[in-house]
C-alpha cells in the first residue's frame, strides 16, 4: 500500500490518498512496456522518405562513348548508380510502419505503467485543478509550489477542460491529458505525473471495470 500526500494549489498538504499499486497491475512487465512503447514511436514515423532511382534523376538517355575501342569499361547511362548525379541502386520509398499489439496487453501496459509510477512515488496528487478563465501565468505558480517546474512533466486530468488545457499549452516541457487518453509511452515519457484525486479515482474505476470485463 502506498500512500500519497495530496497537495492544495498553493502546495500545503490537505490529505493523503491510499493505493495499492498492485490493484492497477498484480506484477510489472518491463517487456511489455518496452513493446507497447515501441509501438507507440513506431506509429508516429512518418515513413514518407523517398529517393530517386536511375530512371527518375535528371539526366540524358544518350550513351556516354562508343563500345568498343576506347580502352575504357562499357558505359551506358550517365544515370547510372554508380555515377555521380545518378539514382539509387535501392531507393527509398514511402512505407506505412504503423502496428498493433493485442488490446489487452496495450491496456495493460498503462496500468503497469502507472501503477510502476506509483510505487516510485513520481506521481503528485493535487485536490483539484480548475480554471474560470485561462490562466497561464497561476499554472505556473501552481506547478512551482508543488515543486514540479522546470521538469519535463504530464498533467492527467478528469476529463477535457478547456480552461485547463489553455493554461498549460505554452508551458515549456507540460503536457495534458485526460486520464482516458493515456497510455504507456505518455506515462513513462515525462520526469514526473500531475494528477487531480478525480483523475486517479478514474483511472481506477476504469481499471476495475476493464479487470472484470476480462
Same mark, same amino acid.
Given at each position: 500500500?502506498?500512500?500519497?500526500?495530496?497537495? @492544495?494549489?498553493?502546495?500545503?498538504?490537505?490529505?493523503?490518498?491510499?493505493?495499492?499499486? %498492485?490493484?492497477?497491475?498484480?506484477?510489472?512487465?518491463?517487456?511489455?512496456?518496452? &513493446?507497447?512503447?515501441?509501438?507507440?514511436?513506431? $506509429?508516429?514515423?512518418?515513413?514518407?522518405?523517398?529517393?530517386?532511382?536511375?530512371?527518375?534523376?535528371?539526366?540524358?538517355?544518350?550513351?556516354?562513348?562508343?563500345?568498343?575501342?576506347?580502352?575504357?569499361? =562499357? +558505359?551506358?547511362? =550517365?544515370?547510372? $548508380?554508380?555515377? =555521380?548525379?545518378?539514382?539509387?541502386?535501392?531507393?527509398?520509398?514511402?512505407?506505412?510502419?504503423?502496428?498493433?499489439?493485442?488490446?489487452?496487453?496495450?491496456?495493460? !501496459?498503462?496500468?503497469?505503467?502507472?501503477?510502476?509510477?506509483?510505487?516510485?512515488?513520481?506521481?503528485?496528487?493535487?485536490?483539484?485543478? !480548475?480554471? @474560470? $478563465?485561462?490562466?497561464?501565468?497561476?499554472?505556473?505558480?501552481?506547478?512551482?509550489?508543488?515543486?514540479?517546474?522546470?521538469?519535463?512533466?504530464?498533467? +492527467?486530468?478528469?476529463?477535457?477542460?478547456?480552461?485547463?488545457?489553455?493554461?498549460?499549452? $505554452?508551458?515549456? @516541457?507540460?503536457?495534458?491529458?485526460?486520464?482516458? &487518453?493515456?497510455?504507456?509511452?505518455?506515462?513513462? =515519457?515525462?520526469?514526473?505525473?500531475?494528477?487531480?484525486? +478525480?483523475?486517479?479515482? %478514474?483511472?481506477? +474505476?476504469?481499471?476495475?471495470?476493464?479487470?472484470?470485463?476480462?
Amino acid at each position: 500500500m502506498v500512500s500519497l500526500p495530496v497537495y @492544495d494549489r498553493s502546495g500545503a498538504e490537505v490529505g493523503t490518498y491510499e493505493i495499492d499499486p %498492485a490493484e492497477l497491475a498484480p506484477r510489472i512487465s518491463k517487456q511489455l512496456l518496452h &513493446d507497447v512503447v515501441v509501438m507507440y514511436q513506431t $506509429n508516429r514515423r512518418q515513413g514518407s522518405a523517398k529517393t530517386k532511382n536511375r530512371s527518375e534523376v535528371a539526366g540524358t538517355t544518350k550513351k556516354m562513348y562508343r563500345q568498343k575501342g576506347t580502352g575504357n569499361a =562499357r +558505359a551506358g547511362s =550517365r544515370r547510372s $548508380n554508380i555515377r =555521380r548525379g545518378g539514382g539509387r541502386a535501392f531507393p527509398k520509398r514511402p512505407k506505412d510502419w504503423s502496428y498493433r499489439l493485442p488490446r489487452k496487453a496495450v491496456r495493460l !501496459a498503462t496500468r503497469m505503467a502507472l501503477a510502476a509510477r506509483i510505487a516510485d512515488r513520481e506521481v503528485t496528487l493535487i485536490d483539484e485543478l !480548475a480554471f @474560470d $478563465n485561462p490562466r497561464t501565468r497561476e499554472m505556473g505558480r501552481i506547478l512551482e509550489a508543488l515543486h514540479v517546474g522546470g521538469m519535463r512533466l504530464l498533467v +492527467a486530468v478528469a476529463e477535457y477542460d478547456v480552461n485547463v488545457y489553455k493554461s498549460i499549452r $505554452n508551458l515549456a @516541457d507540460v503536457s495534458v491529458l485526460p486520464v482516458g &487518453d493515456l497510455n504507456a509511452l505518455e506515462v513513462l =515519457r515525462p520526469r514526473r505525473l500531475l494528477m487531480t484525486k +478525480a483523475a486517479l479515482d %478514474a483511472f481506477r +474505476a476504469k481499471a476495475a471495470g476493464t479487470d472484470q470485463a476480462s
